[in-house]
C-alpha cells in the first residue's frame, strides 16, 4: 500500500512551510505528496499565515525542491484553468520532477471561491470535464510535430501543436467523488485510479464496487485501476492526544474515528489495514494542522505497523 501526505493550502500556509512538508513527507519516507487546488476556504476564512498560492505555481516550486516522492493535485477543478493550458503546465511540471506528477481532476464545488476570484462556475459542468479530459489526454499523446483539434460543446482547439510531451509514458490521473453512475463511467474510461474518501468503511465500499462494476461494463480490467482513501489523519501517543488533536482543527473525535485516521498509531493501523480490505492500495493522509510535524512522526509509526 502507498501513503502520501495531503494538505490544504488555502487554510494559510506560506510557501516555506508547504516546503518544508513536502522536504519532511520525502524525508520520512512517504509515498507522495498532494496539495489541494484552492485559493481560499469555503468561508474565506485564513486560519494559518495571510498566504494565498496557486496549485500548480508551488507544485512546479517543489519538484525541483524534492527529488523522490510522486506530486499532485486533490483535485484540480475544470474550472480553474483551460485545460489545454493546463496540459502544458502538467507536462512542464512532470518534466521539472523528473516523471512524479499525477493530476487529480474534477468538475469542481466551492462557488464562493469562484465568485471572489471572478472564476466562471457554471451550474453544469459534467460535459466540460469530459471534454477537457479527452482535450488533455489528446495533448500529451501528440507526438512532437503533429497536431491536435478538438471540436466540442464547450472546447475548441485548432491544430495544437504536440510539442509539450510529459517524461511519463502517460500522466496518472485521478477521478473521485460519490457520483453513482456519471462518475464511474468517466473514470473507467479515463482514470488511472479513484479516489473516495470521508466515509465509513460501509460507503467506501460501495463506491469501489461502482467503479469496478463500471470498468467490467466498458470491458476494461478492474485490475488496471488504482483505489484510493483519502482521510483526515488525528493521531496522537495517546488517545486524548488524539481527541486533542481532532479538536484543535474543529472536528468531533467520536465523528472521526469512523470518518477519518483517527487515534493512536495502533488504531490508526488497524483503519488502514481495514482500507486494505475493501481494496484500497493507496491512502492519502490528510493533515488539516501540516505545521504540526509531530504528526508525521506518528504516521510513519502507524503505516509501518499497517504494512
Not at 494559518?48 to 525542491?65: F, Q
Not at 506530486?71 to 518534466?95: E, I, M, S
Not at 464496487?209 to 483519502?230: F, H, I, K, M, N
Not at 501517543?237 to 486533542?244: E, G, I, Q, R
Request: net charge negative.
Amino acid at each position: 500500500m502507498e501513503f502520501c501526505i495531503f494538505v490544504e493550502p488555502q487554510e494559510g500556509l506560506t510557501w516555506e512551510q508547504l516546503a518544508t512538508i513536502a522536504r519532511e513527507t520525502e524525508r520520512l519516507g512517504f509515498d507522495g505528496f498532494f496539495r489541494s487546488d484552492h485559493y481560499i476556504a469555503p468561508d474565506r476564512a485564513l486560519r494559518g499565515a495571510p498566504a494565498i498560492s496557486d496549485a500548480w505555481t508551488t507544485l512546479a516550486g517543489l519538484a525541483v525542491a524534492t527529488e523522490r516522492v510522486r506530486l499532485g493535485t486533490l483535485v484540480t477543478p475544470v474550472t480553474f484553468r483551460h485545460p489545454g493550458a493546463l496540459a502544458v503546465q502538467v507536462a512542464n511540471v512532470d518534466a521539472m520532477s523528473g516523471g512524479r506528477v499525477e493530476l487529480g481532476f474534477g468538475a469542481g464545488w466551492n462557488a464562493p471561491e469562484h465568485a471572489a476570484y471572478g472564476i466562471p462556475f457554471p451550474g453544469k459542468r459534467f460535459g466540460l470535464l469530459t471534454e477537457a479530459l479527452e482535450v488533455m489526454t489528446g495533448l500529451w499523446a501528440t507526438a512532437p510535430g503533429e497536431t491536435f483539434s478538438f471540436e466540442g460543446e464547450h472546447l475548441r482547439l485548432d491544430r495544437a501543436l504536440g510539442v509539450q510531451r510529459p517524461v511519463q509514458d502517460a500522466i496518472p490521473l485521478i477521478i473521485g467523488g460519490g457520483g453513482a453512475t456519471r462518475t464511474p463511467a468517466l473514470t473507467a474510461r479515463f482514470a488511472t485510479e479513484y479516489n473516495t474518501g470521508w466515509e465509513p468503511d460501509a460507503v467506501i465500499a460501495e463506491r469501489f464496487a461502482r467503479v469496478v462494476a463500471a470498468c467490467e461494463a466498458a470491458d476494461r480490467d478492474p485490475e488496471t485501476l488504482g483505489l484510493s482513501v483519502a482521510l483526515t489523519a488525528t493521531i496522537g501517543a495517546t488517545p486524548a492526544d488524539a481527541d486533542a488533536r481532532a479538536r484543535a482543527i474543529g472536528l468531533d473525535p467520536a465523528r472521526q474515528r469512523t470518518h477519518g485516521l483517527h487515534g493512536t498509531p495502533a488504531q490508526v493501523a488497524d483503519r488502514i489495514a481495514d482500507l486494505a480490505g475493501l481494496g484500497a492500495g493507496r491512502v492519502y493522509l490528510q493533515l488539516l494542522d501540516p505545521t504540526d510535524l509531530e504528526q508525521l512522526e506518528l504516521l510513519v509509526e502507524a503505516t509501518q505497523a499497517a504494512g
